[in-house]
C-alpha cells in the first residue's frame, strides 16, 4: 500500500513531512504499546543514541522520504520491483560484512535478481541504452533499497536489550528527530501546498497500514505460521504492488515489468533460502 501512497502523495504534501508525519504517529502508537518496557529500558537507549540515529536515518529518512520523493517520477509498479532487490542486497551483505557463508547458488540468485532491477529500470531497453529515458526517481529507489539493505543488516549487527516492537517505537522515534529538520525546510521554504484533509488521510495510512499495521499483523503470522512460511510470503510483495498499481492507478503494465518480474522473484528465493539453510 505504501507504493500508492508514494504515488498519490504528490500535490497534497511534500515527501519529509510525509514520512515525518507517517512515522512519528507510528513511532507514538508503538510507544504507548511497548511503554512499559521503554521505561524500563530507558538508559540502554540513552547509551546506543547514536544507534538509533543511524538506523532512523537509513530507515525513515532513506526508506521512507527518498522512496516518496522518488514517487514522484517514476511508478508504483517500478518502485515495488526495485525495492524486491533489497533481500539480495542484505544476503550479499551478510557475506561481505557479517561474514556469512555464501553458495553458488545463492550468487546465481543475487546476478538474476539484479538483472530483473535493471531490466526494469532501463524499461528493457539493453540494446538502445542511449535511448533510455533515465529518471531521478528510479536512481533514488534503488539508493533506498540499499539503505533498506543497510538497516537491516544492523539491526543484527547491533545487540539490543528490546524487544522488536519496543525497538522500532524507539527507533520511529529518533527517526523522525532526523526527519524534522528536512520536513520544516520544505514546508517553510519550499512550494509546499497547504494543509488538506487529503493530506492528513495519506499520514494516517501510511502510518497505519504499511506502518503499524504491517508490523503487527507480520508479528502475528509469524508467531501462528512460523517464520519460514511468512518469509516466503514476501516474496508476492513485488506482485502485489505491481497490480495494485496497474487496477488502483491505472499504470501501464509493460513487457519490461513481467520480464523483471520473473528474474527478480526466483533470484530473490534463491539467493534468500540458501541463506536461511546455511546460517
Known amino acids: 500500500m505504501n507504493y500508492l501512497i508514494a504515488r498519490i502523495a504528490p500535490g497534497f504534501i511534500t515527501p519529509h513531512v510525509l514520512a515525518l508525519g507517517r512515522w512519528f504517529l507510528a513511532g507514538l502508537i508503538l510507544a504507548v504499546l511497548s511503554r512499559h518496557e521503554l521505561w524500563r529500558e530507558r538508559d540502554s537507549i540513552l ?13 525513515m529518512l532513506m526508506c521512507g522520504a527518498w522512496v516518496y520523493w522518488g514517487a514522484q517520477t517514476t511508478s508504483a509498479m517500478n518502485i515495488a520491483l526495485i525495492y524486491a ?32 532491477v535493471m531490466h526494469v529500470v532501463v524499461k528493457g ?63 517553510l521554504l519550499t512550494a509546499a501546498p497547504a494543509w488538506t484533509w487529503q493530506a ?3 499520514v494516517v495510512l501510511a502510518a497505519i497500514f504499511p506502518g503499524v499495521g504491517a508490523y503487527l499483523s507480520y508479528a ?31 499504470e501501464s503494465l509493460g513487457w519490461h515489468h513481467g520480464v523483471g518480474a520473473c528474474l527478480i522473484l526466483p533470484g530473490i528465493y534463491w ?8 546460517s
Open 47 to 59: 547509551r546506543a543514541w547514536r544507534e538509533y540515529v543511524v538506523l532512523g536515518s537509513l530507515g
Open 85 to 116: 532487490a533489497a533481500p539480495v542486497l542484505i544476503a550479499v551483505g551478510a557475506v561481505f560484512w557479517l561474514k556469512e557463508s555464501f553458495s553458488w547458488r545463492q550468487t546465481g540468485g543475487v546476478l538474476l535478481a539484479l538483472t530483473g
Open 125 to 187: 531497453q539493453w540494446a538502445a541504452l542511449s535511448e533510455v529515458t533515465w529518471v531521478l526517481g528510479d536512481g533514488l529507489i534503488m539508493v533506498a533499497t540499499a539503505c533498506w539493505a543497510a538497516y537491516a543488516l544492523l539491526l543484527k549487527k547491533w545487540a539490543s536489550p528490546l524487544s522488536p516492537r519496543a525497538r522500532l517505537a524507539a527507533t520511529c522515534l529518533f527517526g523522525s528527530a532526523v526527519l524534522l529538520p528536512f520536513a520544516a525546510w520544505e514546508w
Open 200 to 202: 492528513s488521510s495519506l
Open 220 to 250: 502475528y503470522a509469524q508467531k501462528i505460521l512460523g517464520a519460514s512460511r511468512i518469509a516466503a510470503s514476501l516474496y508476492l510483495g513485488p506482485l502485489f504492488g505491481g497490480v495494485l498499481a496497474w487496477a488502483v492507478l491505472g
Open 271 to 278: 539467493a534468500s533460502q540458501t541463506a536461511a539453510k546455511g
